[in-house]
């Protein structure tokens, strides 16, 4: 795992123009599309702590360095992507256990409900959650680009 680390570090520092809110964007976008088709990546304990984190805050320190405080924020901002990325598209697989629990909840109430349905409305929702994310990254990245964050 730590050569795994020094390796995504290494490699995220030679990608010049990638901002950290690039980095979770891409993370968040293949995070929702491999859970549309039903793969689960492992979260916080396997993945994010170990990997992305210390990917992210290389390409954070690219453009200046970061306060205990921001790093602590950039830790929050690593966390909640994924957070946002998994809450908001683990029922757009149709076969997923949120799913078919909603739909036999549904149907056993007497509204008749198929999983297809709630996959349906739930895309635009994970699309959604994706764009504001995204929006927010670029403003965040924006923060950190400026140097404001090496003033704190």
Request: charged share 15%.
């Amino acid at each position: 795992s730590n050569g795994m680390k020094v390796v995504a570090v290494q490699g995220i520092s030679k990608l010049k123009h990638l901002t950290a809110g690039g980095l979770l964007d891409v993370y968040m976008l293949a995070r929702e599309v491999l859970l549309f088709f039903g793969i689960a990546m492992n979260g916080q304990v396997a993945l994010v702590r170990p990997l992305l984190a210390p990917m992210t805050m290389a390409a954070a320190e690219k453009s200046t360095k970061l306060s205990e405080q921001g790093k602590e924020k950039m830790k929050a901002r690593i966390a909640a992507t994924d957070n946002f990325s998994n809450f908001f598209s683990q029922n757009t697989f149709v076969a997923g256990g949120g799913v078919l629990l909603m739909a036999s909840t549904m149907t056993s109430l007497h509204h008749a409900v198929k999983p297809s349905q709630i996959v349906i409305w739930s895309v635009p929702v994970a699309v959604i959650a994706f764009i504001v994310v995204a929006i927010y990254n670029y403003f965040c990245d924006k923060h950190y680009l400026t140097g404001k964050e090496a003033d704190k």
